[in-house]
């Protein structure tokens, strides 16, 4: 049997690189954060989630089945393209589905499909990146009562503009 192989993480890259791999050797030195030993930093960045109680509480929604089969149902919706990409005049491939308005701000919003974007991996850390200044969403930061939930993508397109 064959080595497993897939693609360079790297938007755009069709380079096939072994499984354990995250990056080509073109674009390795872009994400030098992922280089290194990758097994000590993951094991140590599980313990830790494993250990925090509150984001173990948060992220068993994911291991839910209704929103494996919601997940699934916007990724179909959507053709598997990030919404946010597409806001940009930009065709990504999406890795996941983003709440619009998180569900730190919006918990009854959970499983509604209009607060659900298929995104891309830079779209939804750019976002997530706002959303922590925004909201204050995200562990060790206080939640800003007072931000207004925006559900409208296009009011916040300016996170997503970048040259490629």
């Known amino acids: 049997m064959g080595k497993q192989m897939h693609r360079c993480r790297e938007v755009?890259?069709?380079?096939?690189?072994?499984?354990?791999?995250?990056?080509?050797?073109?674009?390795?030195?872009?994400h030098p954060k992922w280089q290194g030993d990758k097994t000590?930093?993951?094991r140590k960045y599980d313990k830790a989630r494993q250990e925090d109680e509150e984001r173990k509480a948060r992220h068993?929604?994911?291991?839910?089945?209704?929103?494996?089969?919601?997940?699934?149902?916007?990724?179909?919706?959507?053709?598997?393209?990030?919404?946010?990409c597409l806001l940009c005049d930009r065709v990504t491939p999406a890795q996941v589905v983003d709440h619009i308005v998180p569900r730190e701000v919006a918990p009854s919003m959970?499983?509604?499909?209009?607060?659900?974007?298929?995104?891309?991996?830079?779209c939804h850390q750019a976002k997530t990146e706002w959303e922590q200044g925004y909201y204050g969403t995200g562990q060790h930061n206080k939640l800003n009562k007072k931000?207004?939930?925006?559900?409208?993508?296009?009011?916040?397109?300016?996170?997503?503009?970048r040259d490629d």
């Open 12 to 30: 755009s890259c069709r380079t096939l690189i072994p499984i354990e791999e995250t990056y080509c050797d073109t674009h390795a030195g872009l």
């Open 40 to 42: 000590k930093r993951y």
């Open 60 to 84: 068993s929604f994911y291991n839910k089945t209704v929103w494996k089969k919601t997940r699934q149902a916007v990724m179909d919706q959507q053709h598997r393209l990030c919404g946010y």
């Open 110 to 122: 959970d499983l509604d499909m209009g607060n659900l974007m298929a995104s891309c991996m830079l």
């Open 147 to 161: 931000a207004l939930p925006i559900k409208d993508v296009e009011m916040i397109k300016f996170v997503f503009d």
